[in-house]
């Protein structure tokens, strides 16, 4: 058997996550196996799966997910009672929200802009690409000519909360932003902050004369702006991912 330099998963690890791990333990397959035998995920991807910080039903997508499956030898059906999650199926086992095809799936495919900081200073990156399907931007309403893509630096993203653990960003993801459209209360948005002269990701609040990034870490201190600050809201956060190289 082949090991990573993985992460141990936490003591409260979703009953999925464990499934999955131990079905790639049960394989004798390593995370970066397990990714470069998808030819979609990564790692990273991997590795958050079994830790429980992303969900594979949730957060993957239609392809990667499908593609995982093939990795791990699961069927839809042997998937669905492996990890309890709740899936439907057409014949053949074929999960009902992967029926595209190949052919039809099509990406729009966007530079990584800069960082964004979550706790740490913004530094240069060399990650050039991320891909994301046509279907999914559809789906949430964003046009490709707004979207923005940045890279995750630091950790103050990543929730305490094990309810909120699959809506945690994590160090190294991915985020694409839609710069056409208004923030409400409560997103994550990524903006320049003038003082700091640096890009950050928070939840975004407007509190009397101020705007307040929240992070989702409780430990780390919100950064508070008064509306006249030079601050620039880039657009807020519509999909997140792991890094991929192009």
């Known amino acids: 058997m082949t090991y990573d330099l993985e992460e141990e998963p936490p003591m409260n690890t979703p009953d999925w996550a464990t499934a999955i791990r131990q079905q790639r333990q049960r394989l004798g397959k390593s995370q970066t196996q397990v990714a470069q035998e998808s030819g979609l995920l990564n790692q990273t991807e991997v590795s958050r799966l079994e830790r429980g910080l992303i969900h594979p039903t949730l957060d993957l997508g239609a392809a990667k997910l499908r593609a995982l499956l093939g990795v791990l030898g699961w069927s839809g059906p042997q998937f669905a009672q492996a990890t309890g999650l709740e899936l439907g ?10 029926r595209r095809l190949e052919a039809d799936l099509r990406f729009a495919t966007f530079p990584v802009q800069a960082t964004a ?10 990650e050039g690409l991320v891909s994301i399907p046509l279907e999914d931007l559809k789906a949430l309403g964003v046009r490709p000519e707004n979207v923005r893509v940045y890279a995750v630096n630091g950790d103050c993203m990543v929730s305490e909360s094990v309810r909120a653990m699959g809506q945690s960003i994590a160090p190294g993801d991915r985020v694409a932003v839609d ?7 409560g997103d994550v948005v990524v903006a320049w902050d003038g003082l700091n002269d640096m890009m950050l990701i928070k939840r975004y609040q407007e509190e009397g004369e101020h705007i ?18 030079p601050v620039k809201i880039i657009g807020p956060v519509v999909w997140r991912g792991g890094p991929f190289r192009g």
């Open 89 to 98: 199926f057409v014949e053949g086992g074929a999960l009902l929200g992967v």
């Open 117 to 126: 900081s979550a706790g740490l200073k913004n530094t240069q990156t060399s």
């Open 212 to 229: 307040v990034f929240y992070p989702a870490r409780h430990s780390v201190p919100p950064v508070v702006r008064h509306r006249d600050d």
């Open 179 to 185: 710069t056409g459209r208004m923030p409400k209360a």
